[in-house]
């Protein structure tokens, strides 16, 4: 969570000067409500700067969607901060609405371009951009990890962290090829959906990859598996997406992945992990 406050400068070239700065908490991923704008700091210029000129005029039915608050000349990111209206709710663990968020959305971008950004390559000094850029990538790569290896990321020493890598090359081995389209998908919906009693669901943000829709859709379902209190009927209710079982396998070992490279990982979450690695060998 985020506890530095919007410094003046920045609170000014936004003109959001009427109001004190609020702490948001846990919900907006720590961002500072003024008005009825929420400042948060950025963890990528050009990452947050497309999100912005994405979400500045998408429409997707039953959805709520956090519109930039361009400051005073134009910009989106100002010091590395962004702005974005206030829409209300909090994360509840309402899973199937949140996939169910993931097929509108997808369908609603699946004609944007691929950011270039996306092309880059993870590179020192390792960002959180980087270690979950090199991870997507060793769900797919060869050889798993290839790319965080050539990247120079440290391998895990943890004992929970080798396990995971452990797990993550021998899922590989189950992996088949797939013929589906590639485009911008959101890959972070769990735990950033926002609910407010019977409104319609809102999001603050779009993280971008470029996999496909299903594998997206595929992501959340796991990360509610393992960390959200699901059912394992879940994967179930979703299984008509393209490509299921394959792409369920892939936004594991991206999870796997995660566990393994970063610095910041708990043995905590690698026990949920392993509850999907148990579903997902039955489905492939």
């Known amino acids: 969570m985020n506890t530095v406050e919007p410094p003046d400068h920045v609170l000014n070239t936004f003109g959001l000067t009427s109001h004190p700065p609020i702490a948001?908490?846990?919900?907006?991923?720590?961002?500072?409500?003024?008005?009825?704008?929420?400042?948060?700091?950025?963890?990528?210029?050009?990452?947050?700067?497309?999100?912005?000129?994405?979400?500045?005029?998408?429409y997707v039915e039953g959805l709520r969607i956090a519109r930039p608050f361009r400051a005073?000349?134009?910009?989106?990111?100002?010091?590395?901060?962004?702005?974005?209206?206030?829409?209300?709710?909090?994360?509840?663990?309402?899973?199937?609405?949140?996939?169910?968020?993931?097929?509108?959305?997808?369908?609603?971008?699946?004609?944007?371009?691929?950011?270039r950004f996306l092309l880059q390559q993870p590179a020192p000094p390792h960002t959180d951009v980087d270690v979950f850029n090199a991870a997507d990538r060793a769900a797919w790569e060869d050889v798993p990890l290839r790319t965080a290896r050539a990247a120079g990321m440290a391998e895990p020493t943890s004992a929970d962290g080798q396990e995971s890598v452990a797990i993550l090359k021998t899922l590989a081995t189950l992996r088949k090829p797939v013929e589906l389209k590639n485009q911008v998908v959101h890959g972070d919906l769990f735990g950033t959906v926002l609910f407010a009693g019977a409104a319609a669901p809102g999001i603050t943000d779009i993280v971008p990859y470029w996999r496909p829709a299903s594998w997206a859709a595929a992501v959340v379902v796991v990360d509610s598996l393992a960390w959200g209190g699901a059912d394992d009927d879940l994967v179930r209710r979703w299984s008509d997406q393209p490509e299921w079982p394959q792409m369920m396998l892939r936004a594991t070992m991206f999870r796997l992945a995660v566990h393994a490279l970063h610095p910041r990982s708990t043995a905590g979450a690698l026990p949920g992990l392993k509850r999907v690695v148990d579903i997902v060998r039955l489905m492939v």
Do not use: Q
């Open 24 to 58: 948001m908490g846990d919900s907006w991923l720590g961002g500072w409500r003024v008005g009825e704008v929420v400042l948060s700091l950025v963890p990528d210029h050009a990452r947050a700067a497309w999100s912005a000129s994405v979400r500045e005029n998408l």
């Open 72 to 115: 005073t000349d134009g910009r989106y990111v100002v010091s590395g901060w962004r702005a974005d209206t206030y829409i209300a709710g909090t994360p509840e663990p309402r899973h199937d609405e949140v996939v169910s968020v993931a097929d509108r959305l997808h369908e609603a971008i699946a004609d944007l371009d691929r950011p």
